[in-house]
C-alpha cells in the first residue's frame, strides 16, 4: 500500500499549494534558485479549471526543469488576491520572483505555445 502511494506520488510533477506558507516555501526556493514557475489558479467549481488539470501535469512532465504549482483559490484566497486573481482558470508565468506573462481560460493550445515560448526564452530545454 504505501509504495502504491510512494508511486501515485512520483506520478505528479504538480504541486499542491494548500497554505499561504506553503506558497511562499516554494515560491521563494525557485527563485532563489532561478527556477522559473508555473502557477494554474483553479477552483473545485470551476469545470474549465478541472478540465485543465490532466494538460497541466502533462506539460508539468514535459518541461521538468520548470516548477509547475496549482493554487485552489477556495484553500489559499490570501495567495489568490495577492496575485490579483479575478477568474479561474489563471495561469502565471513567473520568473526572479515576478509575473511574466498572465493567461486566463481554457485553451490547451495557447497555454502549451506560452510555456514552451517561456521556457525557450530561458534557455532551459524540455527533459
Known amino acids: 500500500m504505501e509504495e502504491a502511494q510512494q508511486d501515485q506520488h512520483n506520478k505528479s510533477r504538480v504541486v499542491n499549494v494548500d497554505s499561504v506558507q506553503s506558497w511562499d516555501f516554494y515560491f521563494d526556493q525557485a527563485t532563489n534558485q532561478g527556477c522559473p514557475i508555473v502557477v494554474h489558479f483553479t477552483a473545485s467549481w470551476c469545470m474549465p ?13 514535459t518541461f521538468q526543469q520548470v516548477l509547475f504549482l496549482t493554487v485552489d483559490v477556495d484553500d489559499v484566497k490570501e495567495v489568490a488576491k495577492r496575485m490579483e486573481i479575478k477568474a479561474m482558470p489563471t495561469f502565471l508565468l513567473m520568473r526572479g520572483g515576478a509575473v511574466v506573462d498572465k493567461f486566463v481560460g481554457w485553451n490547451p493550445e495557447e ?14 530545454d524540455a527533459a
Do not use: H, I, T, Y
Open 111 to 124: 497555454m502549451r505555445k506560452r510555456v514552451d515560448g517561456f521556457v525557450q526564452s530561458m534557455g532551459v
Open 49 to 61: 479549471s478541472v478540465a485543465m488539470n490532466p494538460f497541466f501535469e502533462e506539460l508539468a512532465s
